[in-house]
């Protein structure tokens, strides 16, 4: 063995405990951990020919990069839809690390860990009150998990008409018919990315007012102007500008009418379930045949964490569409369930066990309260806004998101407060769009805010306008 080596390795007691310490202390201090930093870190040498041991890597570490580490995981970064990490969840990804797992199959080459993804993805369908009629699996996002449901809607497109496009291409397709009212830009990536094309969606007219969700009788007409071709219809639970919902009671009636692939794109909305409240938005989801749903947002575990469920009656499609059984030094895959032949990864660390983690220790009350804390604490803000001189809500806050706007102001003025905003370091948004119009949204999906990081963020919206 290298000589760094072995002395790293007959020291990582020290190792972990460094680490262990440096984690405490960013996480006893997170509150005050600045939600942005600046993009800038001292030159780094070559790469060393001899190595200098971990010891040294970490304090270099420390002192050139630790300054760009922002509060992303914080209470008060609401950009993006950006959630944090439990102390289950942490426990849970720290292990996965350490246990280094191949998470492929169940019968597979000695680790069989694809067991706990089995059972983590059951939790997930008990948490949402979904069916076990789906199969789900872990990919690295929502982005991913999209991708994923796309690619098998493709293979049924293809399928029922004749071709198997895993094996042909999409050469002898006839024309792909995608339907969507407010896709997620992902998805729309998702689309680019097989094949599909990102501009052939068939746009779809939203509700009337302030909605974002698709208008039914409109989907329906253009429904009927595709005179019977098959089609996918990808369809929101939770658009990232006013967390609107698709109406899936009715698309669920439209599917004994049409023949179509159904997708909804659940990324965050799908956690509205465990909420009595809110879970109404999702009535009507289980009849769909694929769904995304993302971990790393109001589950609160770490980066890279989603899930993809898909319906397990269409398994010989998924299996058609992410086959890879042509590798000998893989063993004959075919006879036991193996993720291999599921989903676009071969290798996959244990992406589970955070999220399994977390399930257990927190169940369906411990998401309950973070979903509807979320709710609350943006409705509070939403609130603040209406009532304030300068500023105006851009949307109504349906969800955990509040999107806004500065009253009067022209593009370049609403992006200098943003930009002022956020290098304060306290609070981050990022930009929004609503209806066409510009402003700023807040997305809260992190389960340490509380009220008095409205509070700080008022404060800290208020100082900026004054120094606008
Ligand atoms: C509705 C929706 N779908 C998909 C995504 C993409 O997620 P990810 O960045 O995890 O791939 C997002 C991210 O915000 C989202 O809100």
Known sequence: ?????????????????????????????????????????SPGNPLDHKGKGAIPAFEEFMERFKSVITGSSGPR????????????????????????QNTQGIKGNGDISALIEVETVDLLLDLLDLPKDFLGGFVTGAMMSNFTCLAIARQWLGHVQGVDISREGLYNCPKINVLSATPHSSAIKALALLGMGSTNIIQIPTMEGNREAIAIEALEQHIQELNGAPFILISSAGTVNS?????????SALRSKYKFWWHIDAAFGAFVNCSPEYKHLVNGWEKADSITVDCHKWLNVPYENAV?????????????????SNAPYLGDISENFTYLNLLPENSRRLKALPVWFSLKSYGKEGYQSIVENNIELAQ???????????LELLAPVNLNIVSFTLKNADSVTIDKFLNMLNSRGKVFMTPGMFKGK??????????????????????????????L
């Open 1 to 41: 063995m290298n000589s760094v080596l072995k002395r790293d390795l007959d020291q990582i007691g020290i190792l972990l405990e460094g680490i262990k310490n440096e984690s405490l202390s960013f996480l006893k201090d997170i509150n005050a951990v600045p939600t942005s930093t600046q993009p800038k870190v």
């Open 77 to 100: 970064y609401w950009g993006y839809v950006t959630g944090g990490s439990t102390p289950a969840a942490i426990m849970g990804d720290w292990l996965a690390g350490v246990y280094d």
């Open 243 to 251: 967390g609107d919902f698709d109406d899936f009671k009715a698309i």
């Open 308 to 324: 993809f469920f898909v319906k397990e009656k269409h398994n010989k499609l998924q299996v058609a569409t992410f086959q890879n």
């Open 380 to 390: 509070k803000l939403g609130k603040w806004i209406e009532k304030h001189p300068q």
């Open 438 to 467: 510009k402003g700023i949204r807040a997305a809260l999906v992190n389960w340490r805010t509380n009220p008095e990081d409205i509070d700080i963020a008022t404060h800290e919206i208020e100082a900026t306008l004054k120094l």
